[in-house]
């Protein structure tokens, strides 16, 4: 036995060797496989995994995160399969589980980021340079030079939909020192201008996904 592994969801995933094959069904873990120095070992990736550019461009896309082609999984034989509890839809990772093990991420704040990481580098053989990220995430963290401002940050429009208090966006937003406009909130509360008005925020952080925020949307907003 290779590893017996719990994801962050709470199911067991077990491997009886390093995956050789690998298919990121979530962009931010495709990155992440990258910088922890894989190539090869992945296969498969989705429509959404735009970096490394590379990849995007050479590796076999399976559809996008919530759109998987189960056919292509199945044709690319992967022996691990990542995928996200809010990225990807549960029959999704369901039916993965048919084709081989899958493990899940599931990421509300900072710690929970950095133990995915971990958890993702020991699966891929991969420890020590999980350790380096983790480790430079950290330095990088504590070099943050906070500054008080009270902010909201759009994800989505038409209904403007802003990141609540119980997503991994406003942990990232306290990290910096800023105050959620509506922390107050669960999820991806839906927002009207009145109400970004009413909540006189000084600073308004707009997405590039799953809303690519343009310049006529912000100058929609000034």
Not at 88 to 101: M, S
Not at 141 to 147: F, R, S
Request: glycine share 6%; hydrophobic share 40%.
């Amino acid at each position: 036995m290779w590893i017996n592994s719990i994801d962050q969801t709470g199911f067991n995933v077990r491997l009886e060797e390093p995956p050789r094959r690998i298919i990121s069904l979530v962009p931010s873990q495709t990155e992440l496989l990258y910088d922890l120095g894989l190539g090869d070992e992945v296969v498969g990736i989705t429509k959404f995994c735009v970096h490394p550019d590379a990849w995007f461009r050479g590796k076999t896309r399976v559809g996008g995160t919530k759109n998987v082609h189960l056919d292509r999984l199945r044709d690319l034989k992967p022996d691990l399969i990542l995928a996200n509890k809010e990225e990807n839809t549960k029959a999704v990772v369901e039916a993965a589980r048919e084709i081989c093990p899958v493990w899940t991420s599931d990421i509300q704040d900072i710690p929970g980021a950095l133990n995915m990481i971990r958890a993702i580098g020991q699966l891929v053989n991969r420890s020590f340079e999980g350790e380096r990220i983790v480790k430079e995430i950290g330095d990088g963290l504590a070099t943050i030079q906070k500054q008080e401002k009270k902010v909201a940050y759009l994800i989505w429009k038409n209904p403007y939909m802003a990141a609540g208090g119980d997503s991994f966006i406003h942990h990232m937003m306290e990290a910096c020192g800023w105050e959620n406009a509506f922390a107050s909130r669960p999820r991806y509360p839906e927002l009207s201008i009145d109400d970004l008005v009413a909540a006189d925020v000084e600073l308004l952080l707009l997405s590039s996904e799953p809303y690519p925020f343009k310049m006529k949307d912000i100058q929609e907003l000034n």
